[in-house]
Protein backbone atom coordinates (compact mmCIF):
# COMPACT_ATOMS: atom_id res chain seq x y z
CA UNK A 1 0.00 0.00 0.00
CA UNK A 2 1.61 3.05 -1.07
CA UNK A 3 0.58 6.13 1.81
CA UNK A 4 0.80 9.76 2.23
CA UNK A 5 1.05 11.69 5.40
CA UNK A 6 0.39 15.59 5.30
CA UNK A 7 -0.05 17.50 8.07
CA UNK A 8 0.27 21.58 8.50
CA UNK A 9 2.03 21.58 12.16
CA UNK A 10 4.44 19.60 14.43
CA UNK A 11 3.23 20.79 17.76
CA UNK A 12 0.23 19.63 19.10
CA UNK A 13 0.78 16.44 16.53
CA UNK A 14 4.04 15.11 17.69
CA UNK A 15 2.32 11.99 20.01
CA UNK A 16 0.34 11.18 16.69
CA UNK A 17 2.81 10.95 13.62
CA UNK A 18 5.14 9.17 16.04
CA UNK A 19 2.04 6.71 16.74
CA UNK A 20 1.37 5.89 13.26
CA UNK A 21 5.29 6.09 11.77
CA UNK A 22 5.64 3.23 14.47
CA UNK A 23 2.63 1.18 13.20
CA UNK A 24 3.48 1.96 9.52
CA UNK A 25 7.31 0.68 9.99
CA UNK A 26 5.84 -2.91 10.64
CA UNK A 27 3.85 -3.02 7.70
CA UNK A 28 4.25 -3.76 4.15
CA UNK A 29 3.63 0.05 3.35
CA UNK A 30 5.44 2.61 0.80
CA UNK A 31 5.51 6.02 3.22
CA UNK A 32 5.84 9.21 1.95
CA UNK A 33 5.46 12.09 3.99
CA UNK A 34 4.61 15.40 2.86
CA UNK A 35 8.30 17.74 2.03
CA UNK A 36 6.91 20.85 4.55
CA UNK A 37 5.49 18.69 7.42
CA UNK A 38 9.14 15.95 7.30
CA UNK A 39 11.09 18.84 7.79
CA UNK A 40 8.84 19.95 10.75
CA UNK A 41 9.19 16.52 12.31
CA UNK A 42 12.51 15.29 11.77
CA UNK A 43 14.40 16.60 14.42
CA UNK A 44 12.46 15.54 16.82
CA UNK A 45 11.60 12.02 15.83
CA UNK A 46 15.04 11.41 14.16
CA UNK A 47 12.80 9.14 11.23
CA UNK A 48 16.17 8.04 9.37
CA UNK A 49 17.32 6.28 12.79
CA UNK A 50 13.95 5.05 14.17
CA UNK A 51 11.72 4.16 11.42
CA UNK A 52 11.70 1.69 7.75
CA UNK A 53 12.43 3.68 4.41
CA UNK A 54 10.08 6.20 3.38
CA UNK A 55 10.11 9.43 1.24
CA UNK A 56 8.76 12.67 0.75
CA UNK A 57 6.32 14.50 -1.51
CA UNK A 58 5.47 17.70 -2.89
CA UNK A 59 2.81 16.73 -5.39
CA UNK A 60 0.78 13.43 -5.40
CA UNK A 61 -0.70 11.17 -8.43
CA UNK A 62 -3.14 8.12 -8.99
CA UNK A 63 -0.30 5.94 -7.71
CA UNK A 64 -1.00 6.67 -4.24
CA UNK A 65 -3.33 4.70 -2.05
CA UNK A 66 -3.98 6.59 0.76
CA UNK A 67 -3.52 9.83 2.29
CA UNK A 68 -3.73 10.17 6.11
CA UNK A 69 -3.77 14.01 7.84
CA UNK A 70 -3.07 14.59 11.31
CA UNK A 71 -4.32 17.38 12.50
CA UNK A 72 -8.31 18.94 12.85
CA UNK A 73 -10.28 19.53 9.91
CA UNK A 74 -8.91 22.60 8.56
CA UNK A 75 -5.67 19.81 8.33
CA UNK A 76 -8.18 18.13 6.12
CA UNK A 77 -9.49 20.85 3.66
CA UNK A 78 -6.01 22.02 3.39
CA UNK A 79 -4.67 17.75 2.13
CA UNK A 80 -7.59 18.26 -0.49
CA UNK A 81 -5.43 20.94 -2.63
CA UNK A 82 -2.88 17.91 -2.93
CA UNK A 83 -5.64 15.32 -3.48
CA UNK A 84 -7.78 17.36 -6.21
CA UNK A 85 -9.18 14.92 -8.47
CA UNK A 86 -6.54 11.88 -7.93
CA UNK A 87 -9.47 10.02 -6.29
CA UNK A 88 -7.25 9.19 -3.48
CA UNK A 89 -9.26 8.13 -0.30
CA UNK A 90 -8.30 10.44 2.97
CA UNK A 91 -9.08 9.44 6.36
CA UNK A 92 -8.19 11.90 9.38
CA UNK A 93 -6.15 11.29 12.97
CA UNK A 94 -8.14 14.21 14.91
CA UNK A 95 -5.53 16.09 17.05
CA UNK A 96 -7.72 19.33 16.70
CA UNK A 97 -11.03 20.75 18.13
CA UNK A 98 -14.29 19.62 16.44
CA UNK A 99 -13.32 16.45 14.19
CA UNK A 100 -16.09 16.26 11.78
CA UNK A 101 -13.54 15.23 8.97
CA UNK A 102 -11.16 14.34 10.67
CA UNK A 103 -12.44 11.34 12.99
CA UNK A 104 -9.52 8.97 14.41
CA UNK A 105 -8.97 9.48 17.85
CA UNK A 106 -4.90 9.20 19.06
CA UNK A 107 -6.23 6.31 21.07
CA UNK A 108 -8.00 4.76 17.86
CA UNK A 109 -4.88 5.20 15.90
CA UNK A 110 -3.63 1.39 15.67
CA UNK A 111 -7.29 0.04 15.34
CA UNK A 112 -8.24 2.26 13.03
CA UNK A 113 -5.12 1.43 10.66
CA UNK A 114 -5.66 -2.30 11.29
CA UNK A 115 -9.49 -2.01 9.67
CA UNK A 116 -8.20 0.16 6.55
CA UNK A 117 -5.39 -2.72 6.21
CA UNK A 118 -7.71 -5.40 5.97
CA UNK A 119 -10.49 -3.43 3.83
CA UNK A 120 -13.11 -3.21 6.28
CA UNK A 121 -14.10 0.24 5.49
CA UNK A 122 -16.47 2.08 3.05
CA UNK A 123 -16.26 5.31 0.96
CA UNK A 124 -18.03 8.60 1.07
CA UNK A 125 -18.02 10.50 -1.61
CA UNK A 126 -18.13 14.11 -0.70
CA UNK A 127 -19.20 16.61 -3.66
CA UNK A 128 -17.30 19.84 -4.17
CA UNK A 129 -17.99 23.51 -4.83
CA UNK A 130 -16.28 25.44 -8.17
CA UNK A 131 -16.08 28.46 -9.15
CA UNK A 132 -15.22 30.98 -12.03
CA UNK A 133 -14.82 34.33 -12.22
CA UNK A 134 -15.14 36.87 -14.72
CA UNK A 135 -12.16 38.57 -15.24
CA UNK A 136 -10.34 35.43 -14.36
CA UNK A 137 -8.31 35.89 -11.16
CA UNK A 138 -4.79 34.36 -11.12
CA UNK A 139 -5.04 33.44 -7.26
CA UNK A 140 -8.12 31.04 -7.91
CA UNK A 141 -7.82 29.01 -11.59
CA UNK A 142 -5.65 25.79 -10.38
CA UNK A 143 -7.20 25.88 -6.87
CA UNK A 144 -10.73 26.70 -7.98
CA UNK A 145 -12.32 24.06 -5.68
CA UNK A 146 -13.76 23.50 -2.24
CA UNK A 147 -15.01 20.71 -0.33
CA UNK A 148 -16.50 23.19 2.63
CA UNK A 149 -17.38 26.22 1.64
CA UNK A 150 -17.52 29.07 -0.48
CA UNK A 151 -17.96 32.22 0.83
CA UNK A 152 -18.13 36.22 -0.18
CA UNK A 153 -17.56 38.77 2.95
CA UNK A 154 -16.59 42.49 3.12
CA UNK A 155 -13.23 43.91 3.53
CA UNK A 156 -11.74 46.90 5.22
CA UNK A 157 -15.15 48.09 5.81
CA UNK A 158 -17.46 47.77 8.61
CA UNK A 159 -20.63 48.36 6.45
CA UNK A 160 -22.50 46.30 4.56
CA UNK A 161 -22.66 44.37 1.16
CA UNK A 162 -24.82 43.82 -1.26
CA UNK A 163 -25.01 40.27 -2.85
CA UNK A 164 -26.86 39.83 -6.56
CA UNK A 165 -27.59 36.62 -6.21
CA UNK A 166 -28.87 34.20 -9.52
CA UNK A 167 -29.84 30.49 -9.85
CA UNK A 168 -29.47 29.24 -13.21
CA UNK A 169 -29.97 32.35 -14.71
CA UNK A 170 -33.30 33.45 -12.69
CA UNK A 171 -32.72 36.48 -10.45
CA UNK A 172 -33.20 35.13 -6.29
CA UNK A 173 -32.50 38.30 -4.69
CA UNK A 174 -30.11 40.79 -3.36
CA UNK A 175 -28.75 40.26 -0.13
CA UNK A 176 -27.40 43.08 1.97
CA UNK A 177 -25.56 41.34 4.82
CA UNK A 178 -21.82 40.70 5.82
CA UNK A 179 -21.45 38.70 3.32
CA UNK A 180 -22.86 34.80 1.94
CA UNK A 181 -21.97 31.53 2.13
CA UNK A 182 -21.97 28.90 -0.75
CA UNK A 183 -21.81 25.24 1.10
CA UNK A 184 -21.52 21.86 0.15
CA UNK A 185 -23.27 19.19 2.58
CA UNK A 186 -20.07 18.86 3.71
CA UNK A 187 -19.40 21.96 5.10
CA UNK A 188 -22.81 22.25 6.34
CA UNK A 189 -21.80 21.95 9.54
CA UNK A 190 -18.94 24.03 9.80
CA UNK A 191 -19.27 28.42 8.60
CA UNK A 192 -22.72 27.96 6.96
CA UNK A 193 -23.84 25.83 10.86
CA UNK A 194 -22.82 28.92 12.72
CA UNK A 195 -24.24 31.08 10.45
CA UNK A 196 -27.77 29.55 11.07
CA UNK A 197 -27.80 27.06 8.31
CA UNK A 198 -29.35 23.71 8.47
CA UNK A 199 -27.16 20.22 8.86
CA UNK A 200 -27.01 18.20 5.70
CA UNK A 201 -26.25 14.88 5.58
CA UNK A 202 -23.02 13.94 3.18
CA UNK A 203 -24.66 11.93 0.41
CA UNK A 204 -27.67 14.84 -0.43
CA UNK A 205 -27.66 16.25 -3.54
CA UNK A 206 -27.93 20.25 -2.02
CA UNK A 207 -26.39 22.92 -1.67
CA UNK A 208 -26.58 25.47 0.67
CA UNK A 209 -27.08 29.46 0.97
CA UNK A 210 -26.52 31.56 3.83
CA UNK A 211 -26.41 35.01 4.37
CA UNK A 212 -24.20 36.14 6.89
CA UNK A 213 -25.67 38.53 9.11
CA UNK A 214 -28.40 39.78 6.56
CA UNK A 215 -29.58 42.67 7.33
CA UNK A 216 -32.70 41.62 5.27
CA UNK A 217 -34.89 40.47 7.84
CA UNK A 218 -36.75 37.41 5.85
CA UNK A 219 -33.37 36.52 4.74
CA UNK A 220 -32.89 32.42 5.35
CA UNK A 221 -30.72 29.83 4.21
CA UNK A 222 -31.98 28.63 1.18
CA UNK A 223 -31.09 24.81 0.00
CA UNK A 224 -30.90 23.97 -3.55
CA UNK A 225 -30.48 21.14 -6.15
CA UNK A 226 -26.58 20.44 -6.45
CA UNK A 227 -26.89 21.04 -10.07
CA UNK A 228 -27.91 24.58 -9.62
CA UNK A 229 -25.45 27.53 -11.61
CA UNK A 230 -25.05 30.14 -8.88
CA UNK A 231 -23.94 33.36 -10.05
CA UNK A 232 -23.09 36.41 -7.48
CA UNK A 233 -22.31 40.05 -8.39
CA UNK A 234 -20.80 41.98 -4.97
CA UNK A 235 -21.13 45.88 -4.42
CA UNK A 236 -20.45 47.72 -1.49
CA UNK A 237 -18.44 51.15 -0.28
CA UNK A 238 -15.41 49.69 -0.77
CA UNK A 239 -13.91 48.34 -3.86
CA UNK A 240 -13.27 45.35 -3.47
CA UNK A 241 -14.33 42.26 -1.43
CA UNK A 242 -13.25 38.85 0.14
CA UNK A 243 -13.85 35.11 -1.22
CA UNK A 244 -12.96 32.50 0.95
CA UNK A 245 -12.58 28.60 -0.70
CA UNK A 246 -12.75 26.89 2.57
CA UNK A 247 -8.85 28.22 3.93
CA UNK A 248 -7.59 29.61 1.16
CA UNK A 249 -8.44 33.86 0.59
CA UNK A 250 -8.82 35.81 -2.43
CA UNK A 251 -9.36 39.74 -2.96
CA UNK A 252 -11.90 40.70 -5.95
CA UNK A 253 -12.43 43.72 -7.46
CA UNK A 254 -16.75 44.64 -7.20
CA UNK A 255 -16.48 44.65 -11.22
CA UNK A 256 -16.10 40.73 -10.91
CA UNK A 257 -19.05 38.31 -11.26
CA UNK A 258 -18.42 34.74 -9.89
CA UNK A 259 -19.92 31.42 -11.07
CA UNK A 260 -20.23 28.43 -8.53
CA UNK A 261 -20.96 25.07 -9.41
CA UNK A 262 -20.33 21.54 -8.40
CA UNK A 263 -16.81 20.17 -9.23
CA UNK A 264 -16.53 17.73 -12.07
CA UNK A 265 -14.99 15.31 -9.40
CA UNK A 266 -15.51 13.90 -5.57
CA UNK A 267 -13.54 13.58 -2.80
CA UNK A 268 -13.02 10.44 -1.11
CA UNK A 269 -13.45 9.99 2.53
CA UNK A 270 -12.38 6.78 4.33
CA UNK A 271 -15.65 5.88 6.75
CA UNK A 272 -14.80 3.29 9.10
CA UNK A 273 -17.63 0.81 10.84
CA UNK A 274 -17.22 2.39 14.70
CA UNK A 275 -18.16 5.83 12.88
CA UNK A 276 -20.82 7.18 10.78
CA UNK A 277 -22.12 10.86 10.30
CA UNK A 278 -25.49 10.09 12.19
CA UNK A 279 -22.97 9.34 15.14
CA UNK A 280 -20.54 11.86 15.22
CA UNK A 281 -23.65 14.22 15.30
CA UNK A 282 -24.39 12.81 18.46
CA UNK A 283 -21.10 13.11 19.53
CA UNK A 284 -19.76 16.32 18.21
CA UNK A 285 -22.97 18.37 18.76
CA UNK A 286 -23.89 16.96 21.38
CA UNK A 287 -27.20 15.28 20.04
CA UNK A 288 -29.60 13.35 22.80
CA UNK A 289 -27.72 15.06 25.91
CA UNK A 290 -30.81 16.05 27.34
CA UNK A 291 -31.52 14.47 30.92
CA UNK A 292 -34.90 13.14 29.35
CA UNK A 293 -33.56 10.57 26.89
Not at 264 to 282: G, H, N, Q, Y
Amino acid sequence: MKIAIFSQYYKGNEASAGVLLNYLSHKEAQVYIEDHFYGLIDEHLDLKANFKDFETFQTLDNSFDLLISIGGDGTILRAITYVGDKSIPIIGINTGRLGFLATIQNNQIESALDSIFKGDYKISERSLLSIETEPGNKDLTQLNFALNEIAVSRKNTTSMITVNTHLNGEYLTTYWADGLILSTPTGSTGYSLSCGGPVITPEAKNFVITPIAPHNLSARPLVIPDDTEIQLKVDGREDFYLISLDSRIATLHNSTIVTIKKAAFKIKMIELPSESFIDTLRKKLLWGEDKRN
